[in-house]
């Protein structure tokens, strides 16, 4: 027991000095950031109307962030204090550091979107489609950061009046997951197949994967495919508010209730109806967009199930591997 209490204080005390450096260092880039010839702002009327400046997300350096650590400390992170984000809190949405990072680059780098790889018109419009459902994901996430029980009725109301107003083929995003003691972050999309009937679709980097489809090809490592899909789905059932309000208590409300279960055998349930689980997998299967991929190391899902998004964003639009690849390896660049 004393062992284990000096630990802990040991612990505690590590996480107080890293929080008084970055507090300190954020001090110092606001009272220098006038001076900083890289900070930029633009306006974009085009694809934020209700954001007169739309600055850099995150404060002081990005390697101060867990932006930073969610990117590259994948292999490195469990069983540190980092893991999850730790001692560095997440300040700002991950989808509108992504968002950010491209939109920046395109506007003060364009070389660095290689001709080689996008270049046709229709590639180069595939990526901006791209951007404006992850930007009206960031805006979906914000309207639905909601605090009390009045708040996530009001937001519920709100995001069922916006999915009865999708044309056909159109996308809605968000980031969610489940809020516990051990909790995990994914990424929802609907599209409005027809009239009548929705796609549901859950972008996943870790936890929960089991339900996904998985494959040994490449073994010993294992690979999943992220995208969780339920297709068909009436438009009475998915507009059901009873849904959406379990899926924002699950992913808003801290419960030791809410776990990886709570979705995958209650919640998607819902959606799928008299479906049955081999159905369900079986339409991933079929979804030409789909792919494997190598599930997280460490507790840094709330930046890889944007990764998985946008790469499955990206492939909806015409897209392949290569582009996808690229895209993600401009954000590793931007953020270095």
Not at 243 to 256: G, H, Q, R
Not at 292 to 299: C, D, I, L, N
């Amino acid at each position: 027991n004393k062992q284990r209490k000096k630990k802990e204080e040991k612990k505690m005390d590590d996480i107080k000095t890293i929080e008084e450096f970055i507090k300190e260092q954020e001090e110092q880039y606001e009272k220098t950031k006038g001076k900083i010839e890289n900070e930029k702002t633009y306006y974009d009327k085009r694809t934020w109307p209700e954001m007169k400046k739309f600055t850099r997300p995150f404060g002081g350096a990005i390697f101060r962030s867990s932006l930073w650590f969610g990117e590259f400390g994948g292999p490195h992170l469990s069983s540190t204090t980092y893991n999850g984000g730790g001692p560095l809190k997440l300040a700002v949405s991950p989808m509108k550091n992504w968002v950010w990072c491209l939109r920046d680059t395109i506007k003060e780098k364009p070389e660095w979107i290689s001709k080689d790889i996008f270049k046709t018109t229709e590639e180069k419009k595939a990526l901006e489609k791209t951007l404006e459902i992850l930007e009206r994901g960031v805006r979906v996430g914000e309207k639905l950061r909601v605090k009390s029980t009045k708040g996530m009725v009001e937001g519920v109301t709100w995001f069922i009046e916006e999915l009865k107003k999708m044309k056909e083929g159109e996308y809605i995003c968000m980031e969610a997951g489940w809020s516990s003691v051990v909790g995990h972050a994914v990424v929802y999309h609907v599209t409005r197949e027809t009239k009548e009937t929705y796609k549901f679709i859950c972008s996943n980097s870790g936890g929960g994967i089991a339900y996904h489809r998985s494959s040994r090809m490449k073994y010993p490592e294992a690979s999943s495919m992220p995208e969780y899909m339920i297709n068909n789905i009436p438009a009475e059932r998915i507009l059901n508010p009873a849904i959406w309000t379990l899926a924002f208590k699950i992913c808003k409300i801290n419960s030791v209730h809410n776990k990886g279960s709570s979705l995958y055998q209650i919640l998607f349930p819902l959606m799928a109806g008299e479906r049955t689980l081999h159905e369900v997998l079986r339409d991933v299967k079929m979804d030409k967009h789909r792919g494997y991929h190598r599930p997280q190391m460490a507790g840094n899902c709330f930046y890889q199930c944007i990764v998985r998004a946008s790469r499955y964003l990206l492939t909806t639009q015409g897209l392949n591997e290569t582009h996808t690849k690229h895209i993600h390896y401009v954000v590793r660049r931007k953020f270095m």
